[in-house]
C-alpha cells in the first residue's frame, strides 16, 4: 500500500476538496466621480481619497498652502 512520504497540511487538503472557486471582483463606479473602483474600497481621483461617494483625503488643499 501507498504511504505519502510527508504529512499533508489540513490547509492544502481543504485547499483541494473545495468546491467553490474565486470569482472575479465586482467593480461599482462612484456616483461622485464616476470613477471605478473595487467595492468597500477607497480610491484616489484628482488627488483626493473618496470612500462611499465622501472625500475622506484631499491633497490638493496641502499642495496649494
Same mark, same amino acid.
Not at 504511504?3 to 468546491?19: A, V
Not at 473595487?38 to 475622506?56: F, I, N, P, Q, S
Given at each position: 500500500?501507498? !504511504?505519502?512520504?510527508?504529512?499533508?497540511?489540513? =490547509? /492544502?487538503? #481543504? %485547499?483541494?476538496?473545495?468546491? $467553490? &472557486?474565486? +470569482? @472575479? +471582483?465586482?467593480? *461599482?463606479?462612484? %456616483? =461622485?466621480?464616476? @470613477? +471605478?473602483?473595487? $467595492? !468597500? /474600497?477607497?480610491?484616489?481621483? @484628482? #488627488?483626493?481619497? $473618496?470612500? &462611499?461617494?465622501?472625500?475622506?483625503? #484631499?491633497? +490638493?488643499?496641502? *499642495? @496649494?498652502?
Amino acid at each position: 500500500m501507498a !504511504h505519502p512520504k510527508r504529512k499533508i497540511s489540513k =490547509t /492544502r487538503r #481543504d %485547499k483541494r476538496r473545495t468546491h $467553490y &472557486k474565486v +470569482s @472575479e +471582483s465586482q467593480i *461599482a463606479t462612484c %456616483k =461622485t466621480t464616476g @470613477e +471605478s473602483h473595487l $467595492y !468597500h /474600497r477607497a480610491h484616489w481621483h @484628482e #488627488d483626493k481619497l $473618496y470612500y &462611499k461617494g465622501k472625500v475622506l483625503i #484631499d491633497n +490638493s488643499v496641502q *499642495a @496649494e498652502a
